[in-house]
């Protein structure tokens, strides 16, 4: 049990565009869910917390304009990066967070943006 | 805010030598502690949590230490494999919100 999938897995794109990311808990439901990105050798930075039917909160100097999230129900939530440029090219983690219980990370996506 | 540091970053061991990944943390006053494990271009893989009121955990050859007043967790991989080759990340958690604050990692290369 306890699976998180992300969709896509890899996405490249033209600078401009804006891209969305699905998070899904598939066999439970998530009261939370996280959004980290990842440079290269670098440690996971959390973007925002979303809980569902609520607005996200967001980290310090994360743009909530720039990284839509929506939190449709307990075992979906998406991130759109709007009008993506080079700099937003990272790799994109979601976590589910269960009732006392402990955080299940998604596989990642792997966002290019050219 | 809460830093945390893993050294070393990178280590490369031959098959069958324990391994010993360090932790440190800043703010002691942590909720919990987590140990993941992280294969290239994958996502994480959690491998030990550790409450605030606990000393260690363990889980087959892993072993994990906490010693809150000095801000410190400790990572024993005992007899390690090649298999055993990834990163290893350090996260913790301030409060019951769960949100985590990771360290940057430590690098494992088991060689056969």
């Known amino acids: 049990g306890a699976v998180v999938s992300q969709h896509p897995s890899r996405v490249i794109c033209k600078s401009g565009t804006s891209v969305k990311i699905e998070c899904r808990s598939l066999?439970?439901?998530?009261?939370?869910m996280f959004w980290y990105r990842q440079f290269p050798k670098k440690s996971l930075m959390l973007m925002a917390t979303?809980?569902?039917?609520?607005?996200?909160?967001?980290e310090q100097g994360v743009e909530k304009d720039k990284f839509l999230i929506n939190h449709a129900s307990l075992t979906l939530s998406t991130l759109t990066v709007t009008s993506a440029h080079p700099e937003d090219s990272s790799f994109y983690i979601c976590?589910?967070?269960?009732?006392?219980?402990?955080?299940?990370f998604g596989p990642g996506t792997r966002l290019t943006v050219l | 805010k809460q830093e945390v540091t893993q050294i070393p970053a990178a280590l490369s061991v031959p098959e069958g030598e324990n391994l010993v990944l360090n932790c440190s943390f800043t703010d002691s006053a942590i909720y919990n502690l987590q140990w993941f494990r992280q294969d290239p271009g994958k996502g994480l893989t959690s491998l030990l949590l550790i409450q605030s009121s606990q000393r260690e955990q363990t889980s087959g050859r892993l072993n994990a230490s906490l010693d809150k007043s000095s801000g410190r967790s400790t990572l024993y991989i005992a007899a390690s494999q090649p298999g055993d080759s990834a990163t290893y990340l350090c996260a913790v958690a301030l409060g019951n919100d769960y949100k985590l604050s990771f360290g940057a990692g430590t690098t494992v290369t088991v060689r056969a």
């Open positions: 976590s589910c967070h269960r009732s006392t219980d402990t955080q299940y």
């Open positions: 066999d439970f439901q998530a009261t939370t």
């Open positions: 979303s809980n569902e039917g609520s607005k996200a909160t967001y």
